[in-house]
């Protein structure tokens, strides 16, 4: 084995494992704070679907394509390569969409009671439900296209004619017909990225102005950038920019590999990365992330309203 093929390998390795034990814990500290009574807040069951999408990406892509990596490439067989593929993709629009939907029910959280964001206050709890099921049955039938076009390895017959992503491949199509296929895929995830860059620009108009308006409330001998508001927003700009980044980075590398007839070993392994990416780190941003609108909405909401 090469040693640039043992670095790939190790990275898909370590991505896998962190990225699962940190979910995991997350998913572990949820069901501690379920099973000992506290208090559990609206959001909590976001966070349990995007653990859960999470996984399906570590485990459906980072595992199948460790092992290529390392050589067992011909262990899938054709439904276990189609199956893989739609689990993949589908958990990784679900994660999209459920940090999206985060963001989205933070800014109601913490929106002042005479915002327009006000009259969903009281709603918003009850179209969380609906909300995430919508998401992952958008996400099956957008992407039920996958499993029509993945074939398993092990019984590739004219590989002239295939596209190789590691462990299983694909049929070459039309290229009209792949770019408008890979228009309609990058869809959600546009619309999901725009809708949480709006509502993390929102969160930060809010807390700019929490602060200024309790400017006189506090201490003169108070630095200014140490205040909650402070730290909160450069939260949300880091974690914003953090998932904008690698999600943009991942929806471009992979409309590449959707574009090009045969992707080079480069494009095939650094898609894998990128796309890992997020489901790794996720676990140790949304934490942070979710207590966020929590630890200030009292505060916002009595003083901005």
């Known amino acids: 084995m090469a040693s640039i093929d043992l670095t790939i390998g190790v990275i898909f390795l370590m991505q896998t494992v962190v990225g699962v034990l940190g979910n995991f814990s997350l998913l572990c500290h949820h069901f501690i704070l379920h099973f000992t009574g506290s208090r559990l807040r609206s959001t909590d069951l976001i966070l349990k679907h995007l653990i859960v999408a999470n996984s399906l990406v570590l485990l459906c892509k980072g595992v199948p394509q460790t092992m290529a990596v390392f050589g067992w490439k011909r262990i899938h067989s054709d439904f276990g390569c189609k199956l893989l593929f739609f689990l993949h993709r589908v958990g990784r629009g679900v994660s999209i969409g459920s940090i999206c939907l985060l963001s989205v029910f933070q800014v109601i959280t913490i929106s002042p009671w005479n915002s327009r964001c006000a009259v969903l206050k009281v709603k918003a709890p009850k179209y969380i439900v609906p909300s995430i099921f919508l998401c992952w049955i958008l996400q099956m039938l957008v992407n039920f296209i996958f499993p029509l076009r993945i074939n398993g390895k092990w019984n590739d017959k004219n590989n002239t004619n295939k596209k190789d992503f590691g462990y299983c491949s694909s049929i070459h199509h039309d290229k009209i017909q792949q770019s408008l296929s890979a228009a309609l895929l990058s869809l959600p995830d546009v619309l999901c990225l ?112």
């Open 194 to 305: 725009g809708l949480m860059l709006w509502a993390s620009s929102f969160m930060v108009f809010i807390l700019y102005r929490h602060k200024h308006r309790v400017q006189h409330i506090r201490r003169a001998d108070t630095p200014t950038k140490f205040s909650p508001e402070s730290r909160a927003t450069k939260t949300i700009l880091l974690l914003v920019s953090t998932f904008v980044y690698f999600y943009t980075l991942s929806s471009i590398f992979q409309l590449m590999m959707a574009l090009f007839d045969y992707p080079s070993w480069f494009l095939v392994n650094i898609t894998v990365i990128l796309a890992l990416c997020v489901p790794t780190v996720s676990p140790f941003l949304t934490f942070p992330r979710s207590y966020t609108g929590v630890n200030l909405k009292r505060k916002v909401c009595m003083t901005v309203g």
